[in-house]
């Protein structure tokens, strides 16, 4: 057994995996790796599309993130360009109106849903912030 190998094993981490996918993606189109990812599909589309199969997702290291992360230079690209991604949706988030507490507990709720097996596929799209508080001082 190499080192971290558990890890692979562990249900949780892979509904994680499977949540963040979608994240990946934009992170990937963000990074650019679409423009020369292996995937005609990816290319055709101008943004990342790719997607291991449901079963492989988060088998080993390289398949937690899109097909076209296949090394360690891309794979820091996407870390970074999903950091950056974060980063912007978070400031976003504040400045509707929304306090860090309540971006900590949906991330909190999030985290809580991947260790609940039976939640069904599909979940993460309830996850979605509500219309923002000051939109909604006017009703």
């Not at 990937?28 to 790796?33: E, H, K, N, S, V």
């Not at 997607?51 to 899109?66: D, G, L, N, V």
């Not at 860090?100 to 609940?116: G, N, P, V």
Request: proline share 7%; aromatic share 8%; with cysteine.
């Amino acid at each position: 057994m190499c080192f971290g190998e558990e890890l692979y094993r562990d249900e949780r981490h892979r509904r994680r995996t499977q949540r963040l996918q979608p994240y990946f993606r934009q992170a990937a189109t963000f990074a650019g790796l679409h423009l020369a990812c292996r995937l005609p599909k990816c290319r055709r589309a101008k943004r990342c599309t790719g997607c291991w199969p449901a079963e492989e997702i988060a088998t080993s290291h390289y398949k937690q993130f899109p097909p076209c992360v296949v090394d360690d230079a891309t794979q820091t690209e996407i870390n970074c360009a999903s950091r950056e991604l974060d980063e912007r949706a978070r400031r976003e988030w504040l400045a509707a109106g929304y306090s860090q507490e309540d971006l900590d507990r949906w991330d909190e709720e999030a985290e809580a849903l991947d260790d609940d097996p039976d939640v069904p596929e599909g979940w993460e799209t309830a996850l979605t912030p509500p219309i923002g508080p000051v939109a909604r001082k006017g009703r």
